[in-house]
């Protein structure tokens, strides 16, 4: 992957787009975890442009231009715990966490093994809880965090054939509204982002028949775009967003509305 020598940093007084859009948010720390692919590293090149050092753990892909590339598999606790400090190391504490990394294993319920289940479980929740645990710490100290879950629009719907994953991605909102609620006093917001139907090698596998199908259902009727919830996250991540905390923003185009 890139070395630190290779990132060129876009400064926060270099860059309008963070100025305009975000009211002026200070250059931060921020740590994407799958951004090697898909929404999360869609969700790195943004926080690039809004002027942030950002760092991203991969295990397959490319982290995009700019951005810090660390390998790490969420589920270990050890790799977690390297990453953190290679960040560290090399940008400084962690002042914006994206707990991105997430898979599935759909099948419906009465034929799910144990392992699908623990598979989701673990990587989804178990591991956003781990990261964010490791992130906490440091923004305590600083009195400043944004600590970000990307959930789904299935958390709340529900969703034939993904009782894991829902199961995980509903988990997320519990935790970070308690988390919330232990870290608010300090400065520290967390915050649930639950995308719909996003055009990625996630939704890809759906096939062109069941996209037309869910397109029929989504008021905006269109699948969204990594863009689409990159934004979401620069707001939440900027110094704008400071009163914001134990919220769930749907990125869904309206499918979820009123859950
Ligand atoms: P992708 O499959 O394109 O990307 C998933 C990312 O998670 C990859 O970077 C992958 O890395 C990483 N990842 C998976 N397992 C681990 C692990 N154990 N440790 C570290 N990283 C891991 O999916 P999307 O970009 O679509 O999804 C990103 C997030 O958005 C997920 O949490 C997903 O649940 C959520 N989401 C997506 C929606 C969509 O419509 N696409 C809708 C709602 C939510 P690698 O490939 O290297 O393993």
């Known amino acids: 992957m890139i070395g630190l020598d290779s990132v060129t940093f876009v400064t926060a007084s270099s860059t309008n787009l963070g100025d305009e859009i975000y009211g002026g948010s200070a250059s931060r720390v921020a740590l994407v975890t799958g951004g090697g692919k898909g929404i999360g590293r869609g969700i790195a090149e943004r926080l690039v442009s809004a002027g942030h050092r950002v760092a991203a753990t991969y295990r397959s892909g490319e982290v995009p231009p700019g951005v810090l590339g660390v390998r790490c598999d969420v589920t270990d606790p050890e790799q977690v715990e390297a990453a953190f400090r290679e960040v560290e190391a090399e940008l400084g504490p962690v002042d914006i966490l994206v707990a991105n990394a997430g898979i599935t294993r759909d099948t419906l319920m009465m034929r799910m093994s144990d392992a699908d289940w623990d598979a989701v479980i673990a990587t ?96 905006l009727g269109r699948l969204g775009q990594v863009d689409d919830v990159a934004s979401a996250i620069a707001f939440l991540a900027s110094d704008g967003a400071g009163y914001i905390t134990g919220a769930l923003i749907p990125v869904d185009g309206g499918l979820g509305m009123g859950h």
């Not at 992130?135 to 993904?162: C, D, N």
């Not at 509204?177 to 090698?201: Q, W, Y």
């Open 124 to 219: 989804n929740l178990t591991g956003a809880f781990r990261v964010a645990r490791r992130a906490a710490r440091p923004m305590i100290k600083k009195r400043f965090g944004r600590i970000l879950f990307i959930s789904s629009v299935v958390g709340l719907l529900g969703s034939a054939g993904q009782v894991n994953y829902a199961a995980s991605k509903s988990g997320l909102v519990g935790l970070a509204r308690s988390l919330a609620r232990e870290l608010g006093s300090r400065g520290v917001t967390a915050n649930v982002v639950a995308p719909g139907f996003i055009e990625t090698d996630m939704t890809a596998e759906l096939g062109e028949e069941l996209t037309t199908k869910y397109e029929a259902q989504i008021p």
